[in-house]
């Protein structure tokens, strides 16, 4: 086989490596709400949505300032009863990582709110973190098992 035969096959098996997994996840079939060990693999082409909602009491403000490496989300007030979120798509090649500061009063709490872990996924249903504030500390929803989880204290200053 030649030299130009073989770089030809060469870029084709490249190409098909890197399109496989896209096609793979492009399925037509709506989201059963789980993910399989296959759909793992696949994982990074979903998209992520963070939730941080205010549940504290007495109608207080809950200022939230998030960033990733990339990106600084800007500083947002958050009435009681609502709440901040985006969306995003992990990196490829990983480390993809957000964290929050939260404020209210003379309280706050600064905390990863996404970072790549099984354990985080498997909580968030593998595509919606929830992180709750409430007035004794901030909670982490666990979606699959319907329930939350005190993650952080607030701090005084």
Same mark, same amino acid.
């Given at each position: 086989?030649?030299?130009?035969?073989?770089?030809?096959?060469?870029?084709?098996?490249?190409?098909?490596?890197?399109?496989?997994?896209?096609?793979?996840?492009?399925?037509? #079939?709506?989201?059963?709400?789980?993910?399989?060990?296959?759909?793992?693999?696949?994982?990074?082409?979903?998209?992520?949505?963070?939730?941080?909602?205010?549940?504290?009491?007495?109608?207080?403000?809950?200022?939230?300032?998030?960033?990733?490496?990339?990106?600084?989300?800007?500083?947002?007030?958050?009435?009681?009863?609502? #709440?901040?979120?985006?969306?995003?798509?992990?990196?490829?090649?990983?480390?993809?990582?957000?964290?929050?500061?939260?404020?209210?009063?003379?309280?706050?709490?600064?905390?990863?709110?996404?970072?790549?872990?099984?354990?985080?996924?498997?909580?968030?249903?593998?595509?919606?973190?929830?992180?709750?504030?409430?007035?004794?500390?901030?909670?982490?929803?666990?979606?699959?098992?319907?329930?939350? #989880?005190?993650?952080?204290?607030?701090?005084?200053?």
């Amino acid at each position: 086989m030649n030299s130009f035969c073989k770089n030809i096959m060469f870029f084709i098996l490249i190409h098909a490596i890197a399109i496989i997994p896209l096609i793979a996840s492009s399925s037509s #079939e709506p989201d059963q709400g789980h993910h399989d060990d296959n759909n793992m693999r696949f994982m990074w082409f979903d998209k992520w949505q963070v939730h941080v909602v205010n549940d504290l009491s007495n109608k207080k403000t809950l200022l939230v300032h998030c960033k990733s490496k990339d990106d600084d989300l800007g500083i947002h007030n958050i009435v009681a009863g609502t #709440e901040y979120n985006w969306k995003f798509r992990p990196r490829v090649f990983g480390n993809t990582l957000f964290w929050c500061h939260l404020a209210y009063d003379n309280l706050h709490a600064a905390f990863d709110v996404y970072w790549e872990n099984e354990a985080l996924y498997y909580k968030c249903d593998y595509n919606d973190c929830f992180w709750i504030a409430r007035d004794d500390g901030i909670y982490l929803k666990d979606i699959r098992n319907n329930r939350v #989880e005190h993650r952080h204290s607030w701090k005084l200053g």
